[in-house]
């Protein structure tokens, strides 16, 4: 009798043991698990500093604001190219930046129209030329997109209104200083740059 006694006794004590060491085990896995997903919701807050306040905003994910990245990269890049006054320095340095945006598609297009003069006949017309976006469509599977916008070339003599449409695909690259997007246009051409108005102005 003495010996079952001791029998269970050692029994329930090893039974105790391992539901200890199991519950143990379960409370520090779970404790982990938690305390993982408390640090990587803490690495989604950004703190900004208002004064002496600490403001949280929240970290989105980049996915969401990609296609607004790319309708903003789009813009830029058209502007940098198109938006142009009659100084040649400041023609080389908006066409030096806008270079950081395109692939050579966009090295020959420019080429393309130093050739033809087009530069040139903005410094000699004292041209001021200024892009207005219309609209962006974009292809997100296919990352295409096509431009449409409105050239204004505001020359002494006359006020020309251009329709612009071009086409291009993207492609996602390392962000840098000079393309903050990481967002490269690539197989860029233009498909319409025609007139629509041409408002001759009173020179008298």
């Known amino acids: 009798m003495i ?5 269970a006794k050692i ?5 105790l043991a391992w539901g ?5 085990i379960i409370i520090a896995v779970t ?4 305390a993982s997903r408390q640090a990587a919701d803490a690495r989604k807050s950004i703190y900004i500093l208002a004064g002496n306040i600490p403001i949280m905003a929240n970290q989105t994910d980049v996915a969401v604001n990609r296609p607004v990245e790319y309708r903003a990269d789009i813009e830029r890049f058209h502007s940098l190219f198109f938006s142009l006054t009659p100084d040649d320095k400041y023609i080389d340095y908006q ?3 806008a270079m950081y945006l395109v692939d ?3 090295v020959q297009e ?11 006949s903005i410094l000699s017309s004292s041209s001021v030329l200024t892009l207005t976006t219309d609209s962006i469509s974009l292809d997100l599977n296919r990352k295409y997109f096509r431009y449409y916008g409105k050239l204004k070339i505001d020359r002494r003599s006359s006020t020309v209104i251009r329709s612009l449409i071009t086409e291009g695909y993207l492609k996602d690259i390392p962000r840098s200083d000079n393309n903050p997007h990481g967002v ?5 051409k233009t498909l319409e740059n025609k007139d629509l108005q041409d408002v001759q102005k009173n020179t008298l």
């Open 3 to 7: 010996i079952k006694n001791i029998e």
């Open 110 to 120: 420019y080429n393309n129209l130093k050739e033809n003069g087009y530069f040139n």
């Open 184 to 188: 490269l246009i690539c197989g860029w």
């Open 11 to 15: 029994k329930l004590a090893t039974f």
């Open 104 to 106: 050579e598609s966009g």
């Open 20 to 24: 200890s060491f199991l519950t143990a």
């Open 95 to 97: 066409l030096k930046k």
């Open 31 to 34: 404790a982990l698990a938690f």
